[in-house]
């Protein structure tokens, strides 16, 4: 079975700082890799997915990025945080067959 | 129209009741089916799939699915407190690119 590593489980960064969120996969080759963004009291949003090496996928239009340099490796980034950004941010994998995701511990995010 | 929408509850039942969670979907051509349950602070985990239609049961779980109807549900028989959580509903398309979750129905189960 796959595990995913997401870090760090918690984060404070002022409005304008840069974010690099990393996600790593264990147990499986070549997965589907998702970003989500879960605000406080809602569901998950789908921020990005990945089906390979450097093919990303963005489901929202804002100033976060994502990128997959390599194929168990997953990162969300900004260059400049708003406070809309705040969250708690998931990092979630499926095989091609079944599909079922599963995901990393997350990471909670506050922007100040 | 949101494409997967679940009632956001909550949802009260007592201990040993069976608590019946909702879920439709909007994209006729979606082929895989899931169940997760989300403890507050907590990622959430995979309690159950479901890819035909009909009827599944995995212990006190049972997920249905009409594609016809485009609806999901989960039961949960002989609900216990530890069952208390949001539940949330996810479908994907045909080889699981896109997995959409919806906005998730939170149960209470009263000791």
């Known amino acids: 079975s796959q595990t995913i590593h997401q870090w760090p489980a918690t984060l404070v960064q002022p409005v304008g700082s840069p974010l690099s969120l990393e996600c790593t996969v264990e147990?499986?080759?070549?997965?589907?890799l998702y970003w989500y963004r879960q605000a406080a009291g809602r569901g998950l949003q789908l921020l990005f997915y990945?089906?390979?090496?450097?093919?990303i996928s963005s489901e929202v239009p804002q100033n976060l990025s994502a990128s997959r340099p390599q194929d168990r490796q997953f990162i969300l980034s900004s260059k400049k945080l708003l406070l809309s950004d705040s969250g708690f941010y998931l990092c979630?994998?499926?095989?091609?067959?079944?599909?079922?995701?599963?995901f990393g511990q997350g990471t909670r995010l506050t922007v100040v | 129209q949101k494409e997967v929408e679940q009632n956001s509850g909550p949802l009260s039942v007592p201990e040993g009741a069976i608590a019946s969670l909702n879920c439709t979907y909007s994209?006729?051509?979606?082929?895989?089916f899931f169940w997760y349950r989300q403890y507050s602070g907590k990622s959430p985990e995979l309690i159950m799939s479901?890819?035909?239609?009909g009827d599944k049961e995995d212990g006190r779980f049972t997920a249905q699915l009409n594609k016809a109807s485009q609806y999901v549900s989960l039961l949960i028989r002989d609900s216990q407190p530890s069952d208390s959580a949001t539940y949330l509903c996810?479908?994907?398309?045909?080889?699981?690119?896109?997995?959409?979750f919806g906005a998730g129905t939170r149960l209470f189960v009263k000791a």
């Open positions: 979630a994998g499926a095989n091609r067959e079944p599909t079922e995701a599963f």
């Open positions: 147990g499986t080759s070549n997965p589907n």
């Open positions: 990945s089906v390979g090496i450097g093919q």
């Open positions: 994209d006729r051509v979606s082929q895989s």
């Open positions: 479901i890819y035909s239609n």
């Open positions: 996810a479908v994907s398309n045909t080889g699981g690119f896109k997995t959409i």
